[in-house]
């Protein structure tokens, strides 16, 4: 939950706006480009859900997962209110576009 607030509380105070349909995840070969031309939710693609894979330990992996599985969830309700004209426009079909 804190990843969450923290997430947004950057984006605000740095002036990224919080979603955009049209700007997808990207991926930052270095931190200088990092968070540049990118969304609050596209942080979440872009860094949150990689952590998993970069813990050290059973437990930091476990815990990980657990906390990503808390974001998607919010994923799924911040898309919901999103579209609400739209409600095949999800978080999955989203990121699916992306990839056309």
């Known amino acids: 939950a804190i990843g969450i607030l ?3 509380y950057f984006g ?3 002036g990224h706006p919080i979603f955009d349909s049209e700007l997808y995840p990207q991926t930052f070969k270095d931190k200088k480009n990092y968070r540049k031309g990118t969304t609050v939710i596209n942080h ?4 949150l859900f990689l952590l998993p894979d970069k813990m050290n330990t059973d437990y ?3 815990e990980a997962k657990r906390r990503e599985g808390f974001m998607r969830e919010f994923l799924e309700e911040f898309f919901l209110e999103w579209s ?3 409600p095949s426009f999800t978080p999955d079909n989203w ?3 992306n990839k056309k």
């Open 6 to 8: 923290r997430t947004a």
């Open 12 to 14: 605000g105070g740095h």
């Open 44 to 47: 979440f693609y872009e860094k």
């Open 60 to 62: 930091g992996y476990k």
């Open 84 to 86: 609400i004209d739209d």
């Open 95 to 97: 990121i699916k576009n």
